[in-house]
């Protein structure tokens, strides 16, 4: 493992700063203020640094999204008319191997960053004392008040556990336990059509693994653009991924060797093992909020304003913990613009409010800004302009014919609203259009850029042309021409 608490014991008493939680928003809030001078103490329950970023969610199942593409082949697939599958009888521990040192690289990383901003680390279990002061309970039960001028929570979330349901961690998981699976099944259940339940739904279809997703809503992803999402489900169709919406798990049924989901409906869904991905739910348990004074909302969310400040001014909450989006980068930006906005340092002082999402099923799919259907909901008049990979060399190239990407543009003046992607390298690429809408830019900035050739990149001009036609046409009609 990597390296965990021997970077500096000897805490002082009194700080600049105390943030709980070492996860992406903890790291970044830490170092924002360590880097301007201020004395910063992070305390860390958990034996490894990162948080559920490095250990339990985004890096770990990225990593395996990697592996289950590399040993099925399925970016080779269809390119050279051979097998590239090397799932038969693959193990868990082949399939984790790559997880393992990814995730142990990350402990160094982080562990190495804290200490160039000669952070502080104490390991234990923190709550607020009153306004200033946080109390330590480390593993033997001894507890330690800091001092503190600004105390800043970033304690993340944990997968909800639905009542009714006995995760076992053997036949039964959630989104943290099933990276600890003992054995590769044949037969899945995914309950839960979010983006950690079809994330994990596609990436052990990839892997061979025939899969059940159970949803209750009526379509895959909600807040996905319509047509992004209704790809992503033929391709996941495509793959052997069934699907079975409008459904609620009733009841659970286990024993040694198998699962047993009985739905409204009746029908009983048996398989080997089941991941329940039903959300998750902010970690604020023995926090010692309310008696402080800090405000929580609903589902024990942490009422935050606009610079992520609490209810009591000297604390501060970003990440998981406040809400959504509950992202990684998100998080890692609102921790920042908290301490930016506590220690007056005006550097930072929002979270732009271009803010990407990226979902990495099989194939990834990535968004920014509104959608069509948004559009329609805000009464906004829009034009929309599409590539295909199929159509470009790079799509040729790497075998994947099934990509798109998607622009969604105000016919007025032709500035982007939106940008929809789907396939190989669409959380890359998404950025493009991100920084974009940033500017304020028209479609016309892609039609003017040299992009390299051949690129996916160049999908952005092409989509833009496709925009142009639309826009001709549209002012044709207006009788603007
Ligand atoms: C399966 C999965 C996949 C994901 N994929 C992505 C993705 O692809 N992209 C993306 O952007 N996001 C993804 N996420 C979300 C991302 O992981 C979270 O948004 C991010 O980790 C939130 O960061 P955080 O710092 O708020 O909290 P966390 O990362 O949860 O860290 C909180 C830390 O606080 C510690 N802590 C809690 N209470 C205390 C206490 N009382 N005392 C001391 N320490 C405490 C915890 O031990 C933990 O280490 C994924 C999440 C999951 C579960």
Redesign the pocket.
């Known amino acids: 493992m990597g390296p965990r608490f021997g970077l500096r014991m000897m805490a002082t008493s009194s700080y600049d700063l105390v943030v709980?939680?070492?996860?992406?928003?903890?790291e970044k809030g830490a170092a924002q203020a360590a880097y301007f001078g201020k004395r910063v103490l992070l305390?860390?329950?958990?034996a490894v640094l990162?948080?559920?970023?490095v250990n339990?969610?985004?890096v770990p199942?990225?990593t395996l999204r990697e592996t289950a593409l590399y040993v099925s082949g399925l970016r080779q697939r269809g390119l050279y008319g051979l097998d590239y599958s090397f799932t038969a009888g693959l193990t868990v521990e082949q399939l984790m191997h790559r997880e393992r040192l990814v995730v142990e690289s990350e402990h160094a990383i982080i562990g190495r960053n804290l200490e160039r901003h000669r952070i502080e680390v104490v390991r234990?279990?923190?709550?607020l004392v009153n306004a200033h002061t946080v109390r330590v309970r480390d593993a033997g039960g001894r507890e330690h008040d800091y001092r503190t001028d600004v105390i800043l929570i970033?304690?993340?979330?944990s997968p909800y556990h639905p009542p009714g349901v006995t995760f076992d961690h053997e036949r039964i998981y959630d989104?943290d336990s099933i990276l600890r699976m003992r054995a590769i099944p044949k037969t899945m259940a995914v309950v839960g059509g979010g983006?950690?339940g079809s994330?994990y739904a596609s990436m052990f279809t990839a892997l061979g693994v025939q899969v059940t997703l159970v949803d209750s809503g009526d379509c895959l992803l909600p807040f996905v653009d319509r047509e992004i999402a209704g790809r992503l489900q033929s391709q996941l169709t495509r793959l052997g991924l069934r699907f079975v919406f409008r459904e609620r798990v009733a009841k659970v049924a286990r024993n040694a060797e198998r699962v047993n989901l009985v739905l409204g409906s009746g029908e009983q869904i048996a398989c080997e093992i089941a991941l329940f991905a039903a959300g998750?739910q902010s970690?604020i348990e023995?926090?010692g909020l309310e008696a402080v004074g800090v405000r929580i909302g609903q589902r024990g969310l942490i009422l935050v304003n606009e610079h992520y400040q609490t209810s009591v001014p000297s604390v501060y909450a970003?990440?998981?913990?406040v809400g959504f989006p509950?992202?990684?980068?998100t998080?890692m930006e609102q921790a920042r613009v908290a301490m930016v906005h506590a220690f007056d340092l005006r550097y930072k002082e929002q979270v732009s409010a271009i803010q990407p999402l990226?979902i990495?099923t099989v194939p990834e799919i990535s968004m920014v800004g509104r959608s069509e259907e948004a559009c329609r909901q805000a009464g906004l008049p829009y034009l929309v302009g599409r590539a295909y990979y199929d159509k470009s060399p790079r799509g040729q190239i790497i075998g994947d014919l099934s990509g798109m990407l998607k622009l969604v543009f105000s016919p007025a003046d032709k500035k982007l609203l939106g940008v929809h992607h789907i396939g190989e390298l669409a959380s890359e690429l998404v950025h493009i259009g991100a920084h974009a809408m940033a500017g304020g830019e028209t479609i016309d900035a892609f039609i003017r850029a040299v992009y390299n050739y051949p690129t996916l990149a160049d999908s952005y001009k092409y989509a833009a042309y496709d925009g142009l036609d639309e826009w001709r046409t549209w002012r044709h009609k207006q009788g603007l021409d």
């Open positions: 709980i939680g070492s996860g992406p928003a903890g305390v860390e329950r958990e990162g948080g559920a970023a339990t969610g985004t199942s990225k234990g279990v923190a709550s970033a304690t993340g979330s989104s983006v950690i994330e998750r970690n023995g926090l970003a990440g998981d913990v509950a992202l990684a980068g998080s990226a990495y």
